[in-house]
């Protein structure tokens, strides 16, 4: 029985609570709900658009706009009105803080372009931290001295530049924007003694660009900035496109297969490591113990990963503050050991 009905985010804890499948209108068509998170308290944002709709949220919530996706804060601070994705085409809108703190809710969604319309407007789903990790890991890397090339799908290149910088720096995210210059240069001084990597970010629209796209970026790199990685992140590949099956319609299984084949075939032809990142299915996200079997899309991925790792977040490690890392392949030793 299908049932279609207005609900509020904190009603769909409750759906999924009782065992119904849930799906959410986006300007994909309507996606399946993975999970439903409860953040706490925060400080309160409004966003109003013409028409009347109103979503109340916090600082970081992200909404689809014509510039890309955009932080509430961004939009409070920056710019004073823009262009929102919504129903009904674009909308022009604002945001405000009223100085109030509410609890917040958010949804995740099984789908590539994780958004969903809240009041009819695109947001941007809560994520898991995949982005999150691989910019604490490219930030690691370049204090080691090497070059890093991040390649970002999903998020702007300012928003990941952002998330390195705050690491590298070791501040606070939403402080990083209002640093002092005399504490920034500082501690960019003290940076600059223990590194020489270099950091290039790349941004690609979703779903448009694939191996031959960062083959001619890394050609253009060489020959222009005499910049050759040492590893590459690609953020993320079930959202590359295959230069295979370009405009032809195959299925999930055979499409990310492909595109996890044709990235490796690059980091072999060009002799670097590339990260990347997946999901997992709907059963993953509530597994405290995730398997290869958990991968979303296509068993192809693992089939091909020469190493292969599970981020998993439970309850008692979130009040450590503490994510684990579960090994899950490893063509190059024995995934138990250190497992």
């Given at each position: ?65 014509s510039f890309g996706w955009m932080k509430a804060s961004d939009l409070y601070e920056k710019y004073q009105t823009n262009h929102f994705i919504t129903k009904n085409g674009y909308k022009l809108g604002s945001v405000f803080k009223t100085g109030n703190q509410i609890p917040i ?235």
């Amino acid at each position: 029985m299908w049932i279609e009905k207005e609900t509020s985010i904190a009603e769909i804890k409750t759906l999924l609570d009782n065992g119904y499948e849930v799906e959410v209108d986006s300007p994909d068509g309507y996606v399946p709900v993975n999970f439903f998170i409860n953040k706490g308290m925060y400080d309160e944002y409004v966003l109003k658009v013409d028409g009347g709709e109103f979503i109340r949220c916090n600082a970081d919530h992200l909404f689809e706009t014509s510039f890309g996706w955009m932080k509430a804060s961004d939009l409070y601070e920056k710019y004073q009105t823009n262009h929102f994705i919504t129903k009904n085409g674009y909308k022009l809108g604002s945001v405000f803080k009223t100085g109030n703190q509410i609890p917040i809710v958010d949804i995740n969604v099984n789908h590539p372009n994780h958004r969903y319309y809240t009041n009819g407007v695109s947001s941007h789903n809560t994520g898991v931290g995949k982005s999150l990790f691989m910019c604490h890991m490219a930030s690691s890397i370049l204090l080691q001295g090497r070059n890093v090339l991040y390649i970002t799908l999903e998020m702007a290149e300012e928003r990941i530049a952002e998330r390195i910088d705050a690491n590298l720096l070791n501040v606070n995210i939403q402080d990083i924007v209002n640093l002092p210059k005399s504490i920034y240069e500082s501690k960019l001084s003290k940076l600059t003694e223990k590194t020489r990597g270099k950091l290039i970010i790349k941004e690609y629209p979703t779903a448009s660009a694939h191996v031959g796209h960062f083959k001619s970026l890394l050609n253009d790199l060489a020959l222009k900035k005499g910049f050759r990685p040492d590893i590459i992140f690609i953020d993320y590949l079930n959202i590359c496109a295959s230069s295979r099956y370009k405009g032809t319609l195959v299925n999930s299984y055979t499409y990310v297969k492909a595109i996890a084949e044709e990235l490796r075939g690059l980091a072999v032809e060009c002799n670097v490591p590339i990260v990347s990142a997946t999901q997992t299915t709907r059963q993953g996200y509530g597994n405290s113990d995730v398997e290869l079997t958990d991968t979303s899309e296509s068993f192809g991925l693992p089939a091909t990963a020469d190493f292969m790792f599970a981020l998993i977040s439970t309850e008692e490690l979130e009040q450590l503050n503490q994510i684990m890392v579960k090994q899950l392949k490893n063509r190059y030793n024995d995934p138990t050991a250190h497992k």
